[in-house]
């Protein structure tokens, strides 16, 4: 009787295993315990016959140190495993920082953007990346065979649809064209976005980058207006006493047409290799809006005027922050990245 309760215990006693101090607790209290499975059975060993005793005596032992040395084994496990949660914790030590991330430099420099405008009564607009050849270039009067057209930077994405062939956007100046189309004047917005040209990957250029596009459509719109409202943004955004100059140039959607440079915001005008000792730098197109391009968009020429300008986000926060090479912007590096976390919100 005593013998088979010794080889049963023994088994279960072998088959338990537990890191959790709860169960081990357990197994003391019914194996260990006053009045535990030991104590049962070595009350119940004095009644057995003189002979019994001797042989069942090493038995009874050998179980009792088995049951002992289980119940010490599996303790020191469980304090193990415990010590390195329980005893590395110092409460009194100052918590860790809470690391938040930081914002782009272009999200910020957008940011910026928009709210120097916003000042001045523009509001945002925005518009599809997948655009239409209407919007993107025949409502902007580029002519049929002209080069921006070309596979070379245009990113297609499908022949001859309803309003001409579908390609990525490669300026957000056809948000312009969607704003005017669906609704009236005026219309005072600026248009930030991303736009793509099949170029290649390069310090100097990238596949796709962020535009901000402006529109300012009403009666008596001027040349005037378009210098004095570029002319505060750069103030604004660069610094009072940072200068500007108009050049003249060409964009379909323009006439007059013009590029505008400001004084070098690395040597101030003084001549360095960031502008290539000219102590300027370009940092934008703009003009007035074609009437052509109003009339396309059902905007009466005669009675209406309007100037847009198209700058790049990359560029002014290359100004802004003298990051060199576009590629840093889209590489995510953590490194690069967090730079940016004293200018964050
Ligand atoms: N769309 C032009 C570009 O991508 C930039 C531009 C120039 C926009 C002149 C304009 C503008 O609105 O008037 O290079």
Redo the contacts with the bound molecule.
Sequence with gaps: MLQEKITQYTEEINAFSTAKAAELEQFRIKFLGTKGIIKDIFDEFKAVSPEEKRTLGKVLNVFKQLAESKYQALKEQSTETSAGKEEGLDLTLPGEGFEIGSRHPLALVRKEIVEIFNKLGFIVAEGPEIEDDWHNFSALNFPEEHPARDMQDTFFIKKGGEKGDIALRT?T?SVQVRMMESGKPPFRAIMPGRVYRNEAISARAHCFFH?V?GLYVDENVSFADLKQTLFYFVQEMYGEGTKVRFRPSY?P??EP?AEMDISCTICKGAGCQFCKYSGWVEIL???MVDPNVLENCGIDAKKYSGF???MGIERITNLKFEIKDLRLFSENDVRFLKQYKTTLI
């Design positions: 300026h100046s535009q596009e964009f959607f323009t047409s197109g703009c003009g847009a300008f198209g």
